[in-house]
């Protein structure tokens, strides 16, 4: 069969993206693996599907594949990437879109400069709902990693977020933190690993170890993640300029209940087709 495709990225975070509304096909878990993997496949961060909607309100599904071929509840960068998409397609002439993915509904704006402002609903911030391991809800958590203690916010944006304050994310052990946050034991469904140094109330570095995918150039969750955990820390205002590797994001949050708006670019970079 064959399938067509669009690489994409989002601030370097890496995608394949293909459409099933217009092609009849179905892609398997091992089929995801096998396409990330940079030396046979097409290789990405994650796979991004569009499909038509369930709900009749919505005007498409969006479903979203870790390279490690786990389907995940949100990706933010490719939500952008999912609205240049669609629109550049003609899948649809709508400029503010809806969509149905397995973390909840979102809307995604194309602005006049190119860029793409998502609403990416309210964050979850009840232990449970992370879903996290804890007594009781707080905004800050003490976790123990190979015998030493950490203190990390615990956040859900659809997926689930870890964020730890550093004094430098150069200097960060991402490397080897990372991978032990994402699969500790308190995260039930594994966590994405954020590392943030606040610059000021107004503007961060952030390194994220994804969930499924290790450290990528830019996470979307991840930069929405930790401006609502510096927030409810009391160390960030409600808009924030969120420094990753591969760019820079705008983050604005008007406080609990409210939803968390993630304005940055997508850019297309190929396009292809494979016999799968
Ligand atoms: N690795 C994430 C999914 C992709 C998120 C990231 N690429 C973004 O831009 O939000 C997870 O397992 O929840």
């Known amino acids: 069969m064959l399938l067509k495709f669009s690489k994409m990225h989002g601030l370097g975070n890496d995608f394949m993206v293909v459409d099933l509304v217009s092609q009849r096909a179905r892609i398997y878990p091992d089929q995801v693996r096998s396409l990330a993997d940079r030396n046979f496949g097409i290789g990405f961060d994650q796979l991004l599907v569009v499909e038509p909607p369930g709900d009749p309100d919505m005007d498409f599904r969006y479903r979203i594949y870790n390279a490690d071929g786990s389907e995940v509840e949100q990706c933010g960068n490719g939500a952008r990437c999912f609205a240049r998409f669609v629109y550049d397609k003609r899948l649809t002439s709508k400029k503010e879109i809806q969509v149905e993915t397995a973390g909840g509904n979102i ?49 859900s944006m659809g997926n689930p977020h870890s964020v730890m304050v550093v004094d ?51 996470c979307g969750t991840g930069a929405c993640a930790a401006v609502v955990a510096g927030r409810i820390q009391g160390l960030l205002d409600n808009e924030v300029q969120v420094h990753l590797p591969g760019g820079t994001l705008r983050i604005e949050w008007q406080g609990e209940g409210s939803p968390v708006l993630m304005t940055g670019p997508a850019t297309r970079v190929f396009e292809g087709q494979i016999y799968l």
């Open 107 to 155: 809307e995604l704006r194309l602005t006049d400069d190119g860029w793409v402002t998502v609403d990416m609903g309210a964050p979850r911030l009840i232990p449970e709902q992370v879903p996290f391991q804890a007594a009781e809800q707080a905004s800050c958590y003490d976790i123990e990693v190979d015998g030493n203690h950490y203190q990390i916010g615990a956040v």
């Open 168 to 218: 430098d994310v150069d200097t960060a052990p991402v490397d080897v933190l990372g991978p032990a946050i994402e699969s500790h034991p308190r995260f039930p469904n594994r966590v994405n690993a954020g590392f943030m140094q606040v610059i000021s109330r107004n503007e961060v570095r952030l390194r994220v170890y994804e969930r499924g995918a290790g450290e990528t150039l830019a």
